[in-house]
């Protein structure tokens, strides 16, 4: 059995994906990773802590499957159009449940900037890896904004038709 804070961390990342920021509580987080209350403030000082945790350990799962994904690709404009297919792949395994960062975005209050901070920097790091697939600002913003959008689409309308839209696209831009 993993230790508390693994523990913590297990249960909060799937609670957190699923029911959302605001609707987990810390009394259910202790309750599903059977913890103690004192144990878990030994670890996380406060909820906001814990989503910060949380979004780091995503931040780096996340980057570590889309390189292992985007791997394959012999060329940039391959591990582009991959990076799209990463996004339907992650659908598939997580049910439509869109990007862990922009549903926490849409959950925090201005006062939460250490939250804001650490998901502004996975998205930055996000339009670097553009960025340095097509070594073209402007073009990498593009394909950026086309990735986010299908993101949100897709979980919204629970389908992949308009990553396989964005990745035609993609085709023709690149």
């Known amino acids: ?64 499957e889309l390189f292992k994904f985007t791997s ?17 792949h992650m659908n598939t395994k997580e049910n439509f449940r869109g990007c862990s960062f922009l549903n926490i975005l849409s959950e925090i209050s201005k006062e939460q900037e250490a939250i804001l901070t650490v998901i502004q920097l996975h998205k930055k790091e996000l339009n670097s890896f553009f960025l340095q697939l097509t070594n073209n600002d402007l073009l990498a913003t593009h394909v950026y904004l086309l990735f986010e959008s299908s993101i949100i689409e897709s979980q919204l309308f629970k389908s992949n038709e308009i990553i396989e839209k964005s990745k035609t696209i993609i085709n023709e831009i690149l």
């Open 72 to 88: 394959k690709g012999k060329n940039s404009k391959d591990k582009i159009l991959l990076a799209f297919d990463f996004v339907i």
């Open 1 to 64: 059995m993993s230790n508390p804070k693994e523990r913590i961390l297990e249960t909060v990342s799937y609670l957190f994906h699923q029911q959302g920021y605001n609707s987990t509580g810390i009394n259910q987080v202790i309750k599903e990773a059977k913890v103690a209350k004192a144990s878990f403030y030994q670890h996380f000082k406060s909820k906001d802590a814990l989503c910060i945790e949380f979004l780091n350990n995503r931040h780096e799962y996340w980057f570590k």
